[in-house]
């Protein structure tokens, strides 16, 4: 079955400093989804990508799909105390399975002050 | 407004025994979906409705139902509890099956299997 594969697991970062974390489908995506996680929290979504090579921006966020569509990033500039939390990808690959997020493992962001 | 929310928020059962687990969508939301979210790993798709019908299932044994009711609400049933499932629950709504603006989660329901 469909599997999204999400590095780093961890990363710990000063505050300041940039903060990446990446994902791979092992199969196309229809789009995939962003989604944060705060310490005890549930998931609240931050941003959906569609397009082949599409790049967003939300104030210090940016998010990138791929040109084929299996991969993504997410990146942090600068970043605040406030960003602590697990940063998760989730994609669809669409068809029959509309509503169906496959989410990846998550990278934990821990950011020092 | 109120936001998707889940009943109970936490729940302790033990082996063997059956579970109700209770979600009400954002108003005027008509998809509900379950997600399993075992400690330190990313939610796993359980079932989705949507105009109280079955529209998805993931990889879950028969243990685990659930179904919609008329006013968009969901209930997740999971049967022959395993001290495997102790998890958090999620209940994600949505306005229709494919959303282009995210999913909104609830707070989840803790469950513990003992």
């Known amino acids: 079955g469909q599997q999204v594969m999400q590095i780093p697991q961890y990363q710990h970062v000063q505050e300041g400093e940039d903060f990446t974390t990446y994902c791979n489908s092992s199969?196309?995506?229809?789009?995939i989804q962003w989604y944060k996680q705060r310490p005890g929290g549930h998931p609240v979504f931050l941003i959906q990508l569609v397009k082949s090579g599409e790049v967003k921006k939300q104030k210090r966020l940016t998010f990138q799909f791929g040109e084929a569509k299996k991969n993504s990033s997410l990146h942090i500039t600068a970043t605040q105390t406030t960003d602590v939390g697990t940063y998760f990808c989730?994609?669809?690959?669409?068809?029959?399975?509309?509503?169906?997020?496959?989410f990846g493992q998550g990278t934990i962001l821990t950011v020092h002050p | 407004d109120a936001g998707v929310t889940q009943s109970p928020t936490h729940l302790i059962k033990t082996r063997g025994q059956q579970v109700t687990l209770r979600c009400s969508p954002i108003s005027g939301h008509k998809s509900v979906s379950w997600y399993q979210q075992v400690l330190g790993q990313g939610p796993q798709f359980i079932f989705q409705y949507y105009e109280k019908e079955e529209r998805g299932r993931g990889n879950f044994p028969d243990r685990f139902s659930a179904r919609q009711f008329p006013n968009y609400s969901s209930e997740l049933n999971v049967n022959a509890l395993l001290l495997g499932d102790s998890a958090l629950y999620l209940c994600?709504?949505?306005?229709?099956?494919?959303?282009?603006?995210?999913?909104?989660f609830g707070s989840g329901t803790r469950l513990t299997v003992v």
């Open positions: 994600a709504s949505s306005f229709n099956m494919d959303s282009n603006y995210g999913y909104t």
């Open positions: 199969t196309t995506l229809s789009n």
């Open positions: 989730a994609g669809k690959t669409g068809g029959t399975s509309y509503g169906k997020l496959t």
